[in-house]
């Protein structure tokens, strides 16, 4: 079985209205391999492993399974030839337990009157586990679960349907680096076992490790199918981008560090954290020890640490969402207190959240209403109205400003792709006229090009308004490429901080190790 043909998609076409999703693709799955499917927003990689499972009918081409030409008319008929699909977004019922969402995702439970043998069937799939070495509590609330928990009950769900082959899209899109790798053990399991997996991503170091070959797609086209081993991210980037790949991360001036210099002695700190302590309000909350920071008006200041470190406390801390129980927040400073976001606005403080579809976005509002949610003000007539013209004018003004792809400011933000959702965010702090933006972890989820874009838009943000920016990244080469200044941060505390010339990664990463 192991490299026997199992999936051929043969010169698959997929129209939309007013686009070709899929353009004359050709795809080849082998089983015993993992093919990555690599290609920036809107390539065509998802809409092509929909094709393969069924969601779409394609308009062109032919699909064959096993050797078999098949005609599938929807996921059904992809389940029965042994095709199930893992989605970037979780697909779980957080109040059942994790034996009940198996059930239901791989449609072992055919509606909620029938009779359900609990106990066999939870000994059918803790063989499952036993054999691919994943360990999950049947009988817990999937609201417990972390997210790595919550891909791999989407995975075994897979399996206890005796799914072959696997259409994963963007799975690690939500994972921290650790829960990463733990996917990556199950998934390298699968591959010894002969499974068939299709692998969609963005993350370009990522496909070369996981992958024994890489299809690449641009615009709706296959551009290339190599061999992992054989190929470096520099020439992968390339053929994504369809040119010589530019600096994607540095945007930064070598001089302004120079110019900045002398606001550090000239001037007192726009905003400075002083010995903050704070007490966690939940369990996932990473306390903060001591913790001195400053940030200088147009200035751009990154928090560097991996998953865990405690950034996003530090933003959260700034909007009056964690409980501080020692320390001060000085403004130009003048002690000050921010106990709620109200507090943290009213002194020119814009936070925006590493979760933007589910704490920054207003998934079924438009572009327009998305953009000025938190300044209605500039819009409204009379107080009261919205002057639905002057809108349209701002925010046309903020599409074409920021180079956002969309049909329409009225466009439905969910229509967008992750870049261009994140460049709407963006745009709403801009609006807000804000003294210092919080940008955490501002290029998770986009393409390689989409985040140089995005880091030019902070950069830039910074320089021509006076904003201040106050980065929170775990991506080492984002916090060189952008900040003039860079904090390393490990256990909830700061232990290095660097005036950003000439730094290199392993300087800083060697704090770390």
């Given amino acids: 079985m192991i490299n026997r043909e199992a999936v051929l998609a043969e010169r698959i076409v997929k129209k939309f209205p007013g686009v070709i999703a899929v353009n004359d693709v050709t795809f080849e799955l082998r089983y015993g391999e993992i093919h990555g499917l690599l290609g920036q927003n809107g390539a065509g990689k998802s809409t092509l492993l929909r094709v393969i499972y069924g969601v779409y009918k394609p308009d062109q081409g032919s699909i064959y399974i096993n050797g078999k030409r098949v005609f599938l008319k929807n996921p059904r008929d992809a389940r029965s030839h042994g095709i199930a699909l893992v989605h970037q977004e979780i697909t779980v019922i957080p109040s059942l337990t994790v034996l009940e969402n198996i059930a239901l995702l791989g449609f072992s439970w055919n509606s909620l009157a029938s009779k359900f043998d609990y106990a066999s069937f939870g000994e059918y799939i803790d063989r499952i586990m036993a054999r691919f070495g994943i360990e999950l509590k049947l009988n817990e609330k999937v609201r417990h679960l972390s997210a790595a928990e919550r891909m791999l009950l989407q995975v075994i769900a897979a399996l206890s349907v005796n799914a072959k082959i696997l259409l994963l899209d963007e799975p690690t899109s939500p994972l921290s680096l650790h829960e990463i790798e733990r996917l990556f053990d199950v998934l390298n399991q699968l591959r010894k076992e002969g ?21 690449i797609l641009r615009n709706g086209e296959k551009i290339d199918t190599v061999e992992s081993k054989s190929i470096d991210i520099h020439s992968l980037i390339k053929l994504m981008l369809g040119r010589e790949p530019e600096e994607l991360y540095k945007v930064r001036d070598e001089k302004s560090i120079d110019l900045l210099l002398n606001k550090y002695t000239a001037e007192e700190p726009l905003i400075e954290l002083r010995a903050i302590y704070t007490q966690p309000q939940i369990a996932a909350e990473i306390p ?83 953009m000025d949610i938190s300044s209605l003000d500039i819009i409204k007539r009379f107080s009261i109205f919205i002057d639905e013209k002057r809108e349209l004018q701002i925010t046309s003004d903020m599409v074409k400003k920021l180079s956002i792809v969309t049909p329409s400011p009225y466009a439905k933000i969910i229509q967008l792709s992750g870049g261009n959702q994140q460049k709407v965010l963006v745009a709403r702090a801009m609006l807000t006229n804000a003294k210092l933006v919080i940008f955490d972890e501002p290029t998770v989820g986009i393409d390689v090009a989409a985040k140089a874009e995005i880091r030019r838009l902070i950069y830039r943000y910074s320089r021509e308004r006076g904003t201040s920016s106050l980065v929170l990244t775990s991506d080492v080469d984002e916090a060189i490429g952008l900040a003039d200044r860079i904090y390393v941060m490990r256990d909830g505390e700061i232990i290095r901080e660097y005036y950003n010339k000439k730094l290199d990664r392993d300087e800083i990463l060697k704090n770390l190790a």
């Avoid at 997996?197 to 024994?212: G, K, L, M, P, S």
């Avoid at 936070?351 to 976005?361: F, N």
């Fill in 195 to 215: 499974f068939a997996i299709a692998f969609v991503t963005h993350r370009v170091n990522e496909a070369i490790d996981i992958c024994d070959r890489i299809t």
């Fill in 288 to 370: 903060l020890k001591n913790i001195n920071i400053k940030v200088y008006q147009g200035e751009v200041v990154a928090v560097f640490g991996f998953v865990g470190a405690g950034k996003t406390e530090i933003g959260k801390t700034l909007m009056g969402l964690t409980k501080i129980v020692r320390g001060d927040i000085l403004y130009r400073g003048r002690s000050i207190k921010i106990k709620s976001p109200v507090d943290a606005i009213n002194h020119g403080i814009f936070y925006l959240p590493e979760d933007r579809k589910i704490e920054g976005l207003i998934p079924h509002f438009t572009v327009a209403s998305n």
